[in-house]
Structure formats: structure tokens, C-alpha cells
């Protein structure tokens, strides 16, 4: 099966990448109504393309295997739409509204985390999500695309956020140092649910 990266991602797989989100971080875990997860989903995936400035996509001869999406200082955003701005803007008033605190506080704990890492850092970008379809038995997708962005990006310094929902150890071994840690109680409502929150960085040569 042959594997290319991409500099875009084919419209029909949007749909996948959500999935890959939802999946691989685990948002089931947050939400007990599919409808909601759902629409959360749409609504992290649309914010985090809206922040992009470089997205790799890999295919395995036709099929969606991965992506990686970044956003790096002095670069243009590949992305752009009116709607699906607006749908970020209004999923985040409704998701204050109705889950008061706790929507905040994970935001809250990575933006300390952030404040702290920049006393002594200044990173010149962030990758914002990172995923491999679980449905290819190939092993390596997310180190190609890592190592696609790496070869783009040499001399920066780059930064992300993950929690221990996620396979947060994928970074401990492709050279990112864990520059911030913080637990963190997620009160959902109808359970509280414990999470530790981490924030990575490499400086890439």
C-alpha cells in the first residue's frame, strides 16, 4: 500500500477526521448523549482547521490514513470560512452557558501552563491535533507526518497540548520535552472525572 502525504485534506474526509477526534480523544468520555458529541466534535475539528497554517494529510494509495495540523507565526492560515466560524463562536457561547465552569477549566489550566512555559520560552508555533485512522494497519503515520512537518519547519520551536486521555507517550519518544503538567477535576454534571494535562515542546533541528 503506498503512503504520500499531502498539502490538504479531501473534503469528503472531514467527516473521518472528526471521527478520529472523537475516537482517539476520547470525547465519549465527556458526553453521555451522541448528539452532543457529535456536535462537539464538528466544533473542535472546525477550530482547530481555522488555526491551521500547515495541514498534512496522508493517504495510503486512496485512503485517509492521518493528519497533522499547525499553526506557525508569519504564516498564512489555510483555511477560511464564514460558517464554520461562526459555528465555532456559537458552539463556545453555548457551551459556557451551559456548562458554566467546567467548559473553562481545562482551557484555564493549559493557558497557565502556556504563561508559564513562555517565562523562559518563546515558541514560534503550536501543533494543534495530530490523529492516524485506526482502521490502517500500517504503523508509522503519525511519526511521517510529524517528521513531514519537522522537515518543513526546521529552527522552530513548537509546542502542543494533550492530556492522559490521549497517547501523550507518542511525544515522549520523538524528542519533546514535557515542559508543563497539571490535574485538573472535570465536573461534567452527571460525573467528575479526573485529568492530567500536559504541554509539550521540541525545538526542531
Wanted: neutral net charge; contains cysteine; glycine residues 6%.
Amino acid at each position: 500500500m503506498e503512503l504520500r502525504i499531502t498539502e490538504n485534506i479531501r473534503k469528503k474526509d472531514h467527516k473521518k477526521a472528526i471521527q478520529f477526534a472523537i475516537d482517539g480523544m476520547h470525547f465519549h468520555w465527556y458526553f453521555n448523549n451522541n448528539f452532543f458529541l457529535n456536535l462537539y466534535g464538528k466544533y473542535f475539528w472546525y477550530s482547530e482547521m481555522l488555526k491551521a497554517t500547515q495541514i498534512l494529510a496522508v493517504y495510503a494509495d486512496e485512503e485517509f490514513a492521518g493528519v497533522l495540523l499547525a499553526g506557525v507565526k508569519g504564516e498564512k492560515r489555510k483555511y477560511h470560512s464564514f460558517w464554520k466560524s461562526l459555528y465555532v463562536k456559537a458552539f463556545e457561547a453555548m457551551q459556557h452557558l451551559l456548562a458554566k465552569d467546567s467548559a473553562g477549566e481545562y482551557e484555564r489550566v493549559n493557558n497557565e501552563m502556556f504563561e508559564d512555559y513562555c517565562k523562559k520560552n518563546n515558541p514560534d508555533g503550536e501543533i494543534v491535533f495530530l490523529a492516524a485512522n485506526p482502521d490502517i494497519k500500517i504503523k508509522g503515520i503519525g511519526t511521517m507526518l510529524l517528521e513531514e512537518f519537522e522537515r518543513r519547519e526546521k529552527g522552530k520551536k513548537v509546542y502542543l497540548y494533550t492530556d492522559d486521555a490521549c497517547t501523550y507517550q507518542f511525544y515522549d519518544h520523538r524528542g519533546f520535552e514535557r515542559a508543563g503538567e497539571k490535574d485538573i477535576v472535570m465536573d461534567l454534571g452527571y460525573k467528575k472525572m479526573n485529568l492530567k494535562c500536559f504541554l509539550y515542546s521540541k525545538e526542531i533541528k
